[in-house]
Structures are given as structure tokens and as C-alpha cells.
């Protein structure tokens, strides 16, 4: 039986390890084909009896569709179409002249940044902002899900210790020297570990707050640092993508050359050279023809893909998609929450953690007052926008392309809609008829 290695800082927790898989997926989708090459033998892997070097240079050849990242980035940007609002009264010059302007000592304005940690929560389903003192005055650290590998609850429900990775980067002449750390925070203490055989005490300070400054933005959680990433199952649907586009390509490449065939009489293939500068001699009773893909095996791998591209570039319209009103058994009370779309939900989410970090800044920095957070959540283009741009075009006072920007700018066309692309398609399938005219 197997002696159990003996815990040390570096454990994690439970909930951690079972969340681990599921963020390192997101995150290797999320970074595109070249991470997906690199891990290759869990994303692709090789086909039973495919030789190695084919399957290496099946890999060298993926190139993956981004759907996960484009999501991110429309659904953010949805989300932050327009500016927030840091609401604060005319003695909170502080925070007007040096805080907002660089909440995170590297010259990131408050909007910048939040929108960067609002995209990680919604990337990876939490995201968690770490506030620390600072020299001057406290600044803000995004602490990705990934590194935040522990947390703990007191009977209060308040965090009693939480431990996360970061990196240190220090110039060493002329080169840049990173340097792994474990940090550790408690209430009382604050510990920073360095690795040298084993995780080891580098410095040790007091926590002077008494609490653990960490606030946390939840899309859908269910524990202390597990929960649903909303786009889980979009990042799956990115890594089937990239399979079947990898075994299109391959078949396509072998489909492309026909192959030489010769029936009756006996050859060495040395004998037989095959090209448009050569000529071939064969027996009087043998003939020669050439064997091709009958492209059925391809037509399918299309129709899969294609399929499958149509459900990743709409994914995201489900999160903005208001669902109905759903009343009580009595019929007197609605839930208002019922009738937002899952993104509006997200941004209410995230305005409560903003508000929060904001309390906690205006604690460690002692200022006697904070701006208030809000950002408006009527960010959703309603149904009666795409069907005025319509009317419009129907009218003639409106391009058709004008109108299609406009119905994609508006969420009712998928943000893969190519526009350029569908007037090429448009004009290969020739004129349709009058009634069904949206030229």
C-alpha cells in the first residue's frame, strides 16, 4: 500500500480539484489552436492506429474556430456598452484623482479593469478581486480562479484562510527572474512561501484589518470556490469542432489525389512513373484508371461542422435572451428577477461585488466616504428595434447593409454573421422572388 504524501501549503481543497479540470479546459480553449496542439493527446487525440507521424502533423496542422473567446468578448462588451457610474460626493476627491484613475498600480482605469474582471468570471463562472494596502493607498488584484487553490469558512460564514499562487518578477542584471510564490492569509496573518525542495516560510506579517480582503463575483456558485461556469458547455463545443475540423482536413487532404489503378498484368512499382511529364506502357490486356473519393464521408464531416458552428455562434444568444415572467401560485407577486435575461443577472451580480470591494477599499484606505457603483443592465436591443430597422429597409430609407449591421450590432444576427460573405452567397444563388425581397 502506498505511503500518502504528507500535506503542506500547497494542498488544495476539495472543491478545488474538482473544479481544476473544468477551468484548465476553459482556459486552454479560451487561448486558441496553439494550446490545443500542445495538449493535443487530451483534445485530439490519435486515432487507433493512426501512425505517429501522422498524427503529428494532424496536430502541426489544427487550426480551431474561437467561439468561447468571441463570446466572451461580445457578451462583455454587451455588458459594458455603456459606461459606469461611480456615483461619489465632492469631498471623495481621492478616489476621483487617484484611485479610479489606477485601481491597480499598472495605470488601469477603474472601467478597464472591471471590465477585465468581469470577463474572467464570466470566462471561467467566478472571478476574485483581492485588495490589497498597497504603499500610498490600497489597490485592486484580479486573482484568477486557477490560483486561488484554497478557502476556508468560520461558523460566521465570513472566509477564515484562504491560500493562492502568484508570481514575483524581479530584474537580475539584464534579465527578468520570476519567482513562484504561495501566499497564505488568515484574519491575524499574512504568509508568503517559497519553494526550495519544499514549500517554506519566506516572510510573515500581521493582517492589521482582521479580515481577509477578498471579494468574490459568482455567476452561479455552489460552494466556496466551486460553481457552474456558464460557458462550459461552449468550450466543449469548441474542442468537438476542432476534432471533426481535424479529421475533415486530414480526409480531404487524402480524398484530393486520386489514386493510379491498373487491372491485369504484372508491374513493379518502380516501373510505373506517374505524372504530367511522363508516359506509361502498359501490357495489351491491362488497363489503367484512376480511383477517386466518392466525397460521401466528406459531405458528412461538413454537415456535421456546419451544424455544429451554427449552435456555437448562437450559444450566446441564450445568455441574452429574456426569459417570461413566471408568478407566484397566487398570482400577486412576480418575480422581477424572472424576466431578465441570464446576462442582466450576471451584471446585477457584479454591481453587488463591485459596491462591495468598494466598501472594503474605503476600509483599508480610511476614507470617510465611496463612490457608488452602478451600470445600467438595459443593455438588450428589444424585439421591436429589429423589426423598425425591417420596416425601414422595406421602405427603402435604409442600405441593406446599413440594415444588417445595424440587426447585428443589435444581437438579431449571430456575430459570426459575415455580411460581405452572405452578399457573396446572395449573389451565387440569383434573383428570388419579389415577395420574399430584402434587397
Known amino acids: 500500500m502506498a505511503q500518502k504524501s504528507k500535506a503542506d501549503v500547497s494542498t488544495p481543497s476539495i472543491e478545488f480539484q474538482s473544479m481544476s479540470p473544468v477551468w484548465q479546459m476553459i482556459a486552454d480553449v479560451y487561448a486558441g489552436s496553439e494550446a490545443l496542439r500542445q495538449h493535443g493527446s487530451v483534445y485530439i487525440p490519435q486515432h487507433h492506429s493512426e501512425p505517429s507521424e501522422a498524427y503529428a502533423e494532424r ?3 489544427l ?9 466572451v468578448e461580445e457578451l462583455t462588451g454587451r455588458t459594458f456598452s455603456r459606461d459606469p457610474v461611480f456615483d461619489m460626493s465632492d469631498d471623495a476627491a481621492p478616489w476621483r484623482d487617484e484611485f479610479l484613475p489606477d485601481v491597480d498600480h499598472q495605470k488601469h482605469a477603474a472601467p478597464t479593469f472591471l471590465r477585465d474582471w468581469f470577463a474572467c468570471g464570466l470566462k471561467f463562472g467566478c472571478a476574485h478581486l483581492l485588495i490589497e494596502p498597497g504603499v500610498n493607498r490600497p489597490r485592486w488584484r484580479i486573482i484568477d480562479p486557477r490560483d486561488l487553490f484554497f478557502a476556508a469558512l468560520d461558523g460566521n460564514g465570513d472566509l477564515s484562510e ?8 524581479a530584474i537580475d542584471g539584464f534579465e527578468e527572474v520570476k519567482t513562484p510564490e504561495i501566499v497564505r492569509m488568515t484574519p491575524e496573518l499574512i504568509e508568503v512561501y517559497r519553494e526550495d525542495k519544499e514549500w517554506a516560510v519566506h516572510s510573515t506579517e500581521a493582517n492589521t484589518l482582521g479580515r481577509i480582503p477578498l471579494v468574490p463575483f459568482f455567476i452561479e456558485r455552489e460552494g466556496i470556490l466551486a460553481c457552474e461556469p456558464p460557458l462550459r458547455d461552449l468550450a466543449e463545443l469548441q474542442i468537438s469542432h476542432a476534432r471533426k475540423r481535424s479529421d475533415l482536413d486530414t480526409t480531404l487532404r487524402v480524398a484530393s489525389f486520386p489514386m493510379l489503378a491498373v487491372q491485369g498484368g504484372s508491374y513493379d512499382e518502380s ?11 502498359l501490357d495489351p490486356d491491362s488497363t489503367a484508371f484512376y480511383v477517386e473519393h466518392t466525397g460521401t464521408a466528406v459531405q458528412i464531416l461538413m454537415n456535421d461542422l456546419k451544424a455544429l458552428e451554427e449552435r456555437a455562434a448562437t450559444f450566446g444568444a441564450q445568455i441574452t435572451k429574456k426569459r417570461p415572467s413566471v408568478e407566484t401560485a397566487t398570482g400577486a407577486v412576480v418575480n422581477a428577477n424572472s ?16 459596491n462591495e470591494a468598494l466598501a472594503l477599499t474605503q476600509e483599508i ?24 430597422i425591417i420596416r425601414l429597409r422595406e421602405l427603402g430609407d435604409i442600405s441593406r447593409i446599413d ?17 460581405e460573405v452572405n452578399e457573396e452567397r446572395l449573389e451565387s444563388e440569383g434573383p428570388i422572388a419579389a415577395n420574399g425581397d430584402f434587397a
Not at 487550426?63 to 463570446?71: D, E, G, H, K
Open 63 to 71: 487550426v480551431a474556430f474561437n467561439f468561447l473567446r468571441q463570446t
Open 403 to 419: 440594415a444588417l449591421s445595424e440587426l447585428k450590432r443589435r444581437g438579431a444576427l449571430s456575430s459570426a454573421f459575415d455580411i
Open 339 to 354: 424576466a431578465l435575461a441570464p446576462l442582466q443577472g450576471y451584471a446585477l451580480a457584479f454591481i453587488e461585488a463591485v
Open 59 to 61: 496536430l502541426d496542422n
Open 271 to 281: 516501373q510505373l512513373i506517374v505524372g504530367p511529364h511522363a508516359l506509361i506502357e
Open 365 to 388: 484606505w480610511g476614507q470617510s466616504t465611496r463612490p457608488a457603483f452602478s451600470m445600467s443592465i438595459d443593455f438588450l436591443a428589444p424585439d421591436s428595434d429589429a423589426q423598425s
Open 162 to 169: 484562504i491560500r493562492y499562487h502568484r508570481s514575483v518578477t
